[in-house]
């Protein structure tokens, strides 16, 4: 709906060290990159095939970094947008170092539910967290699952945008907005024991 993940709290849930060596995959116009900046000592990098500035370009299934290179690799909100997830997965875990973590993220069952709802649409049995789950099952990395849950207020002219996104044709009704929803981002993290 144009407004950014609050990047903030899905940070503090990873609580990763403050010198811990990022590399955000999918990074676009670089907003987490920015925020992990603002509070980390270590290397930051992002990498985008449409990058925003201070992003490199590139592609997820072919990174140009060292095999090693990383604390944390992240893949947030990214996986339903790659050609090759398997080929992403295996080159985002080359790049961890031993001791590591992949963080993969997505949209989960409860995202936007309430406007679904409003909008006469159902609500998605799990939706792009269901794709994330059976990649981590298919390239046979046990994870962790968290959940970053944060209220949000959706008003009418949200609920036109998402709409509008979908591509869908579906009427924005104002009479039933704002509607009180939850942001939620389903998370898991995989440790690199090797």
Not at 66 to 95: C, I, K, N, Q, Y
Request: proline residues 7%.
């Amino acid at each position: 709906m144009g407004v950014a993940w609050p990047h903030q709290p899905f940070l503090e849930v990873l609580a990763l060290p403050p010198d811990a060596d990022l590399l955000d995959i999918g990074a676009g116009e670089g907003a987490l990159v920015r925020e992990w900046r603002r509070r980390s000592t270590g290397r930051t990098e992002g990498i985008d095939p449409r990058p925003g500035a201070g992003i490199h370009r590139g592609r997820a299934e072919a990174l140009p970094y060292m095999t090693g290179a990383f604390d944390a690799v992240l893949l947030v909100r990214t996986l339903a947008h790659l050609p090759d997830v398997s080929a992403a997965l295996l080159e985002a875990w080359r790049v961890l170092r031993p001791g590591g973590r992949l963080v993969l993220a997505a949209h989960g069952a409860d995202h936007l539910r309430a406007t679904w709802h409003a909008l006469g649409r159902p609500a998605a049995d799990g939706g792009p967290e269901n794709a994330l789950r059976a990649a981590l099952a298919e390239a046979r990395h046990p994870a962790l699952r968290l959940d970053v849950r944060r209220p949000i207020s959706v008003a009418a002219a949200d609920a036109r945008e998402l709409v509008d996104t979908y591509g869908l044709s579906v009427s924005a009704n104002g009479q039933r907005f704002p509607e009180q929803d939850t942001a939620h981002l389903a998370v898991y993290l995989a440790y690199k024991t090797n």
